[in-house]
């Protein structure tokens, strides 16, 4: 079944998981399609298979993968890399079940603190991060080479 053929998340079984090597295609796929400079493939299976640090988590609709999230441990904090949900299946609350698996995984885990960078432009994003408590607590000006935006710095205490 094709992603597009899915038209409602109500009947559809939603599951999340620890992401593995064979998810790569699929949340490159997405990552190529939410993001102006993605990650390349290579990048994500080291972050699976190399990186020590990295935690990353894969929600799947009807066993299709349809986004990701991804952390890094560093000492008592998590720092958020990356997440996205496929275009297709943007605001039916699926990035509301990863977000809750990272934190469900931080508390479980006795981290201190969450935080990430997103882009001061990304309303979308920063709408989703204020919703579980990040705090917009300082900017990088010039951050993103590509187009030189600013990044937002978010923080959430535990
Ligand atoms: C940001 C992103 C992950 C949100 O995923 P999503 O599954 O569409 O979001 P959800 O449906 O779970 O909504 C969760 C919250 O996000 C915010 N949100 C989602 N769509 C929104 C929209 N169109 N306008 C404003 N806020 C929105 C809301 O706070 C929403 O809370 P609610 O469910 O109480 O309304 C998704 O838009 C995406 O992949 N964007 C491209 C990649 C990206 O920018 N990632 C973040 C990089 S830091």
Redesign the pocket.
Known sequence: MSLNNIKSVDTNVIELRRMTVTDVDSVFE?ETL??KSPWTKEAFVNEVVKNQLAVYFVVTLDALVV?YAGMWTVVDELH?T??????D???????????ERLFEFAIENKFTSMT????TT????I?????YGFKGLGVRKGYYQDTNEDALIMWKEF
């Not at 299946?89 to 977000?99: C, P, V």
């Open positions: 997405i939410s993001f986004g958020i990356n997440v996205a949900i496929t275009p299946q943007r605001g039916k609350g699926l990035s509301n079940r990863l977000m990430l960078e997103v882009r990304n309303a979308v994003a709408s989703l991060y204020e919703k």
